[in-house]
Nanobody, 111 residues
Framework: QVQLVESGGGLVQAGGSLRLSCAASGSIFSYRNMAWHRQAPGKQRELVAI???????NYLDSVKGRFTMSRDNAKNTMYLQMNNLKLEDTGVYYC?????WGQGTQVTVSS
């Protein structure tokens, strides 16, 4: 059994930054992909960023150049550094590992 716990969400002005963390407990395999998703109000959940076990990343086009995903396998933790936040980045952000999901953390970007 794996548990994922996100933290780091909050309210920030447009142009600001936030760093999300997702701590995993249980049996974690460093070779597996990890991912961040988000869901804006009234919209479907979308994949924001994914990282392989070797650290290769891929991003949603709208966040490229602004978001950076990383992982610390020794700490079983993944991160999402979000810079130059925009209003459209508002939503609940979820981390995902295999079939496990975190509970979500709210990110609200204000003008």
């Amino acid at each position: 059994q794996v548990q994922l716990v996100e933290s780091g969400g909050g309210l920030v002005q447009a142009g600001g930054s936030l760093r999300l963390s997702c701590a995993a407990s249980g049996s974690i395999f460093s070779y597996r992909n990890m991912a961040w998703h988000r869901q804006a109000p009234g919209k479907q959940r979308e994949l924001v960023a994914i990282i392989t076990g070797t650290g290769i990343t891929n991003y949603l086009d709208s966040v490229k150049g602004r978001f950076t995903m990383s992982r610390d396998n020794a700490k079983n933790t993944m991160y999402l550094q979000m810079n130059n936040l925009k209003l459209e980045d508002t939503g609940v952000y979820y981390c995902q590992y295999h079939e496990y999901w975190g509970q979500g953390t709210q990110v609200t970007v204000s003008s």
